[in-house]
Structures are given as structure tokens and as C-alpha cells.
């Protein structure tokens, strides 16, 4: 018996949970409109209607931004799971977070010297565009 008791507690839950989802759903169903037409079947974008083929490949910012939001998302992970043990980890724990936090910094100083951050137009480089443009007009 002392086994069952235990595991009720996450039979009621799920149970609850199911019951909960189930009903929403049947509300959803049954409270909601019926009535289709050929604009309610458009796919929604944004309030535009879309035009041309949705299998256009992305830009290389939109994988760039993606990228740093995971590697800085597990950084932060990383980071919070340290900060919570950080008595028992000590000096050799102090050390580890370190080295991860100065690699990380030595990562985006590489990158952002290499250029990778810049995505868009800027001044510098604009002014580079237009000289060159000057130089092969005359």
C-alpha cells in the first residue's frame, strides 16, 4: 500500500491535468465559430497577405542571432547553476566559471573583430562604398 501512496499524488495530478486540457478543448470546439470562408483559410501573416513561395531561404542574421541566443542561453545556465552551488563548489569552482566566462569573452572579442556582428550598413563602411564607387566612375 505504502508504494501507491506515494505515486498518487502524480496519478491526481495527471489525471487533473488531462481533465483540465480535454475540457478546454471541447469548450474551444463548441464555443467557436463553424462558419468558414476563404479568407479565414489565408494563412495569417502579420496582418499581410502573403505572396511568393514560403520556402525562401533566411537571411544569415536571422541564423547569426540564433546562434548567440543559444551559446548565451547555455552560458546563463551555466552560470545560474554555479551561482547556486557556489559554496560547495569553492576556489576550484571559482576557477572552472573563470576560464568558461574569459572563453566566452575572448569568443565575442574574435567575433566582433572579425566583423560578425555587423550585420547591417554602417558609417565606416558606406563611406568605403561610395569612395570606391567615386574611384571607378572617374
Do not use: C
Not at 31 to 42: C, D, M, V, Y
Not at 86 to 96: I, M, N, R, T, Y
Request: a neutral charge; aromatic letters at 16%.
Amino acid at each position: 500500500m505504502q508504494p501507491f501512496a506515494e505515486i498518487f499524488p502524480l496519478i491526481a495530478y495527471t489525471a487533473a491535468t488531462v481533465l483540465i486540457i480535454g475540457g478546454l478543448l471541447v469548450a474551444a470546439w463548441w464555443l467557436g465559430a463553424k462558419s468558414t470562408s476563404r479568407n479565414k483559410e489565408l494563412p495569417y501573416e502579420s496582418g499581410v497577405i502573403p505572396s511568393g513561395a514560403a520556402r525562401r531561404p533566411l537571411s544569415v542574421p536571422f541564423y547569426l542571432i540564433a546562434i548567440f541566443f543559444i551559446v548565451f542561453d547555455v552560458e546563463t545556465a551555466f552560470i545560474f547553476t554555479w551561482a547556486v552551488a557556489w559554496e560547495q563548489l569553492g576556489v576550484a569552482g571559482l576557477l572552472h566559471i573563470t576560464f568558461f566566462i574569459i572563453a566566452l569573452l575572448l569568443g565575442l572579442a574574435w567575433l566582433w573583430v572579425k566583423g560578425g556582428l555587423e550585420w547591417g550598413p554602417t558609417a565606416g563602411r558606406n563611406a568605403d562604398f561610395s569612395q570606391s564607387l567615386r574611384n571607378s566612375s572617374e
